[in-house]
């Protein structure tokens, strides 16, 4: 298992995981376009970053990964309901999302609007469902609860506000930081530390994971930003600073892109770092951190 490669651990997971949200949705008595709506952006062919991340952490620990395919499902989950509401008119009116139409653009708006509801709420009746595989009823509680913190106000939905306030004003590093730390940061942050719990892992250990999740989390964004300004034909040639053709700060706005490649290398060495000082097995959590950092789309 453990010199298994980074191809082989993605696919073999990547397909258990594909499988079970289409069947968890197919099963719900719920009207069809419900179902049809959430499964077309389940299905809509995302990394699945943080269902791997979360399983290569329980096999870091020598577990089997699938003692976390129910908190997988429900992240995936989560994460899909955040990218429709995020395409909605009003958040970021886009037309397209991973090469295909928006959510509210094939279903209507109301019809996005409720599958992303629909699919944060499965979420947490999924990760209740863990009470089926023999986890302790503490590790199940301690995990919803730092789902729900992770998603919510204090996470990823405030992390949204604050992008969205954001919009418009020039931001310091520090600030932008905090804004992808909550918007995207704590929902990878978690799937880490949800497998870390699963796997049995100590408190200190949890601790450098955080820390892990913290530089990965950052790098995500950076390389985000960076695959952003490459994609975008109009901006070629424009200098770096000027308004680049939007309202939001980013990495190669604030630091130049060669100051933003250099800051994602930096958070990259950095948490492979801190996986060296782990006494785990972390060759599959290393090969996809390289993959976040160095990813093309
Ligand atoms: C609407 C509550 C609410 C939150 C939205 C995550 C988010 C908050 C919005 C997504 C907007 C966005 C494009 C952010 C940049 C980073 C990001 C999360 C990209 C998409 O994640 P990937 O690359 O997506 O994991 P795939 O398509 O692979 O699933």
């Known amino acids: 298992m453990n010199n298994i490669s980074l191809s082989a651990f993605t696919s073999n997971y990547k397909d258990i995981l594909e499988k079970e949200l289409k069947k968890n949705v197919e099963k719900l008595a719920a009207p069809a376009n419900l179902k049809d709506s959430m499964l077309y952006s389940l299905n809509a062919g995302g990394k699945r970053i943080r269902p791997l991340l979360l399983f290569a952490t329980i096999q870091a620990y020598g577990k089997d990964p699938l003692i976390g395919l129910l908190p997988a499902i429900a992240i995936e989950m989560i994460h899909t309901y ?3 509401h995020d395409d909605l008119p009003s ?8 090469g295909l139409p928006t959510n509210h653009k094939v279903y209507g708006e109301a019809i996005a609007i409720l599958a992303g509801d629909a699919l944060l709420t499965y979420s947490f009746q999924i990760m209740a469902n863990m009470k089926q595989q023999n986890i302790p009823a503490e590790t199940i509680l301690a995990t919803i609860g730092l789902l729900a913190e992770a998603a919510g106000a204090e996470g990823m939905v405030g992390g949204q506000v604050a992008d969205i306030e954001g919009e418009n004003k020039t931001l ?33 250990e949890i601790k450098q994971l955080k820390q892990f999740a913290y530089h990965l989390g950052l790098a995500f964004q950076i390389r985000d930003d960076i695959l952003d300004l490459e994609g975008d034909e109009e901006l070629i040639g424009k200098p770096i600073g000027s308004d680049m053709g939007n309202h939001k700060s980013t990495y190669p706005k604030i630091l130049t892109m060669d100051g933003a490649k250099s800051e994602l290398d930096l958070h990259i060495r950095q948490a492979k770092g801190l996986l060296e000082s782990l006494p785990i097995d972390s060759a599959i959590l290393e090969k996809i951190t390289d993959l976040i950092a160095y990813r093309n789309n």
């Open 91 to 98: 958040m970021d009116d886009d037309d397209l999302r991973r």
């Open 82 to 84: 955040s990218l429709i």
């Open 172 to 204: 310091n590093q520090q600030e932008l930081e905090q804004i992808h730390l909550h918007k995207t940061g704590k929902l990878l942050e978690v799937s880490i530390i949800i497998g870390a719990k699963l796997a049995g892992a100590n408190n200190t």
